[in-house]
């Protein structure tokens, strides 16, 4: 009867180990990612990235790395203001961002030579085709599923 139990024990240890981890429960924040570079095309290190949600006034901060890229994870879905400065560059600044649930926002910044005080405004636009990950998805209303045959 101990050998039955252990071994129950231990296919229910194994299925569970196998399991993605997506399977326990579903998300509930967005990733923000994007490229900083000058206006000659090459990347620019360690830029302060700010994203400030419109709505709460909540600030997330995170700089570029040796590449140029930055990424912020687990920022809550909602319409977000990102700001980037670094010395020696305009700052720039891209408004109207949503960011969604498991979804990431893609945000690039070319920035030009300046001072700090000058600013170039980026008008956010939602891309046509996502381009950060290879999910496929669609909206449904509810109703309409009740009204098929």
Not at 19 to 34: L, Y
Request: hydrophobic letters at 35%; a neutral charge; proline letters at 6%.
């Amino acid at each position: 009867m101990l050998g039955k139990t252990i071994m129950i024990l231990a296919v229910l240890v194994a299925i569970l180990g196998f399991m993605p981890a997506k399977s326990f429960g579903q998300g509930i924040t967005g990733t923000i990612v994007g490229t900083v570079s000058d206006s000659s095309g090459g990347v620019i290190p360690n830029v302060s990235v700010t994203a400030t949600n419109t709505a709460t006034g909540v600030v997330y901060r995170t700089a570029t790395g040796p590449e140029g890229f930055y990424t912020m994870s687990n920022v809550p879905p909602g319409r977000y203001d990102i700001k980037v400065s670094s010395a020696g560059s305009r700052t720039g600044v891209s408004s109207g961002n949503d960011v969604n649930v498991e979804r990431t926002t893609r945000v690039d910044f070319t920035l030009s030579p300046g001072t700090v005080s000058e600013t170039v405004q980026v008008t956010a636009t939602t891309p046509l085709v996502e381009t950060t990950t290879s999910d496929i998805g669609r909206w449904s209303i509810p109703g309409k599923l009740t009204t098929f045959p």
